[in-house]
């Protein structure tokens, strides 16, 4: 499965710079390079910007999965090379969502719509939690991927219980934006967006360092 992957995610990522290559000659001289959360725009430059972004964008994009599918050989944790192929699939959906985004900005700015969906892009990034969700309870404790706090490192229980946790959040969480923010007006999305995320992230953490605070008073 991972060699798949492997092998469809260097097209993905060229996927935005050859769309802007064919759409180029359509492109307006002005276009939208930045948005607010509500999809407005809120900057515009010409159409070489857009090349840059792209560039820097799909760059990022190359980046992002090398780091990510080759962490596993500096980590200093012992079973940090078991989190190789659930780290590749990390990998390729976070790439995925981004070449997706890129792929947006282009078609936005050559069909001269200056909206930009938040909705989608809060759906879609609802969608990518839930993805990371499903491999964080088998993440193995490491110092690159998962919920790295002091006292996850220091004990591989707190690791693999706060995962186990922060897993079922974030997948259940993200399916919920998913369903959610598609159907919303901007400012509540904007809101259901980042509660939902206040919650996913900040009870794994407060579960964390209770169990952290237990397992030190039975140590005592």
């Given amino acids: 499965m991972n060699s798949i992957l492997k092998k469809l995610i260097w097209p993905i990522m060229a996927i935005p710079a050859v769309y802007l290559a064919i ?6 001289e002005k276009v939208a390079v930045h948005f607010d959360l509500k999809g407005n725009p809120d900057r515009f430059g010409n159409k070489s910007e857009l090349l840059v972004t792209t560039i820097l964008l799909v760059a ?10 080759n962490i596993y050989r500096i980590d200093p944790k012992k079973y940090a090379a078991e989190n190789k192929d659930r780290l590749v ?3 390729f959906a976070v790439v995925l969502f981004m070449s997706g985004i890129l792929c947006m900005i282009i078609y936005s700015a050559s069909n001269g719509n200056i909206n930009f969906s938040t909705g989608i892009i809060f759906s879609g990034t609802g969608l990518l939690f839930a993805v990371i969700g499903n491999y964080l309870p088998n993440l193995k404790p490491n110092y690159f991927a998962g919920l790295r706090l002091p006292w996850t490192l220091e004990n591989e229980d707190n690791w693999r ?13 993200g399916l919920l934006l998913a369903a959610v923010c598609l159907f919303l007006p901007p400012v509540a999305a904007i809101a259901v967006f980042f509660a939902v995320m206040m919650i996913i992230v900040i009870i ?11 397992q030190k ?3 005592k």
């Fill in 217 to 219: 008073r039975t140590i």
């Fill in 60 to 69: 990022m994009n190359v980046l992002v999965f090398l780091v990510l599918t």
């Fill in 89 to 91: 699939k990390i990998a």
């Fill in 161 to 173: 219980k706060t995962h186990q946790l922060a897993g079922k959040l974030w997948f259940a969480g």
């Fill in 23 to 28: 759409v180029w000659n359509k492109l307006p």
């Fill in 204 to 214: 794994p953490c407060v579960y964390s360092y209770r169990l952290y605070k237990e």
